[in-house]
Structures are given as structure tokens and as C-alpha cells.
């Protein structure tokens, strides 16, 4: 079997799953994390990093599979190159304290090398992905300008970081010892987070054609379900620990996503089973 038809195929099997993966999958998600952060849960489920790198997986896999067929040599070196970036800043992140603050993990995530979970990029780097399309969508033609589309983006980061750090914190993945202003979280996170988004940001506009990703967009109907996951499960969870700014910040994204028409309401809608399938 050829690249195209794997791609078709996979490409199938997301859009027919749209709702288990973009609805289920988060919202039962923030379910399961909030119950083991409150002792509900059995050991062997709770946190259990299995479960939690399949779910991200899952999550994923929309951007994943619309990204695919774009990527070729230049895209493979430069998301290498982020892969091993990722390693290499976390590894110092988590042994010094910079550029993040001084922080620990509270939960495990998988496999780790050097205290690094190995399971990181999948973490991190879509959702750089995520903000940079959904940007691209939103400025439109202003899109054009790298200064303002790669400051845009950025920022998106950033403020996905306000949904997710708080979160991540109020559940024990990670843990500052000294707190922070908001909801736990220092700014020096911040001041990381720009300069990690700054460096993914500008390896992933040098790797893929703005073009081509938009059009590969404008035809991939679920290549953003993955913010909308995204959306759901931080949401539901900051909702749950009382982190309002994180979830209105949040709720910001959902109307980012109704704007640019990317989020389909009918993926709320519990799919009913077809009875020809059985006979």
C-alpha cells in the first residue's frame, strides 16, 4: 500500500470518528483527570500514563492526518529539529529552572529519558500547529505579513498556555514549588513559553508552505478538531478547579473557531448507529 492511499484511509477513519475523537474523547477525558486529582479512582487508573498518552494521541490524531500529506523532506528535518529542541529545552527546564522557573512533575506521564517525559512533542508542538492555523484563518489576507502572522501566533501560544498551565498545575501534572501569580503558574512560565513558541513558531513557517497548509484547510473539514478537544478538555477542567480567566480564555478559542467556520456543531451531537450495518 502506497503513502496516498494509508493517508486516505487514515483520513477516512478520522472524519466517520469526528465526534468520539473530538467530543468524547476530551470531555470523558477531563472526567477521568479530575477524578484521580480528587482520589476517586483506583490506582491503577489514576493518572495512569497510558491512558493519558493514548488519549492525547487520539486527540491528535485530526491535525495529525491533515498535516501528513504535506510533509516532506524540509518539513520532516524541521520537525525533527523541534523534537529534538523540545528535548533539549524541557531536559534544561526541568534540571535548572530555566527558561521556565523551577518546576517538577507531579504526575507521570509516560517513559521519561533524563527526567524528560518522552511523549513531549506530542504535548507541545501541535499545539503551536493548532494556533498558528487557526490564526492564518483568522487574520485572512493580513496573514500574508510574516512579522504580524508570526507575532499573532505567539500570542495565540501564550494564551493557550493560560488554559493549559493552570490546569495542568490544579491537577498535579506539574508543580512549582513557589507558586505564581495565576492560578499557581509563575510568569517566568511565560517568558518560556514565548521564547519555545517563537522558536516552533518560526521552524514551522520555514517548513511548510502557508498555502499549501490553508489550503489543505480550507478542504480538511477536521484538521482543527483538535483545538476544539483542546477547548473542551481544558475548559471543563479549569471550570471544575474554579480557574475562571483560564476558561473564559478558553471559551475565547471556541469563538475563534465559530468565526472562522472550523467548529461543526453537529460533532455534539451523539452519532446514531446505522441499521444497514448490521444487516
Request: without cysteine; proline residues 6%.
Amino acid at each position: 500500500m502506497d503513502r496516498r492511499a494509508v493517508e486516505s484511509r487514515l483520513e477516512r477513519l478520522v472524519r466517520e470518528n469526528r465526534f468520539t475523537i473530538s467530543v468524547f474523547f476530551p470531555l470523558n477525558g477531563a472526567v477521568l483527570l479530575v477524578a484521580s486529582a480528587e482520589g476517586l479512582l483506583p490506582a491503577f487508573v489514576s493518572f495512569n500514563p497510558l491512558l493519558i498518552l493514548l488519549g492525547t494521541l487520539v486527540m491528535r490524531s485530526p491535525l495529525v492526518v491533515g498535516v501528513l500529506p504535506l510533509v516532506d523532506r524540509k518539513a520532516a528535518l524541521a520537525l525533527s529539529a523541534l523534537v529534538a529542541y523540545s528535548y533539549g529545552i524541557e531536559f534544561l527546564g526541568v534540571h535548572t529552572g530555566v527558561p521556565y522557573g523551577e518546576f517538577y512533575y507531579g504526575v507521570d506521564l509516560g517513559p521519561t529519558a533524563f527526567g524528560v517525559p518522552l511523549g513531549l512533542p506530542v504535548f507541545f508542538i501541535p499545539l503551536v500547529m493548532n494556533a498558528y492555523l487557526l490564526v492564518s484563518l483568522l487574520l485572512g489576507e493580513r496573514a500574508a505579513s510574516r512579522p504580524l502572522r508570526l507575532g499573532s501566533v505567539v500570542a495565540a501560544v501564550l494564551a493557550m498556555d493560560l488554559v493549559l498551565d493552570p490546569g495542568a498545575v490544579a491537577l498535579g501534572f506539574w508543580v512549582y514549588p513557589d507558586g505564581g501569580v495565576y492560578y499557581g503558574v509563575p510568569l517566568s512560565n511565560y517568558a518560556g513559553w514565548v521564547l519555545s513558541a517563537t522558536v516552533v513558531v518560526v521552524a514551522l513557517d520555514i517548513a511548510f508552505s502557508r498555502t499549501a497548509l490553508l489550503d489543505r484547510l480550507t478542504n480538511t473539514a477536521f484538521m482543527l478538531d483538535d483545538l476544539v478537544s483542546f477547548v473542551l478538555l481544558w475548559g471543563a477542567i479549569n471550570a471544575w478547579f474554579g480557574n475562571w480567566v483560564a476558561v473564559v480564555v478558553a471559551a475565547a478559542f471556541g469563538v475563534g473557531l465559530v468565526k472562522t467556520d472550523r467548529f461543526d456543531s453537529r460533532l455534539l451531537r451523539v452519532p446514531r448507529p446505522r441499521l444497514d450495518r448490521f444487516w
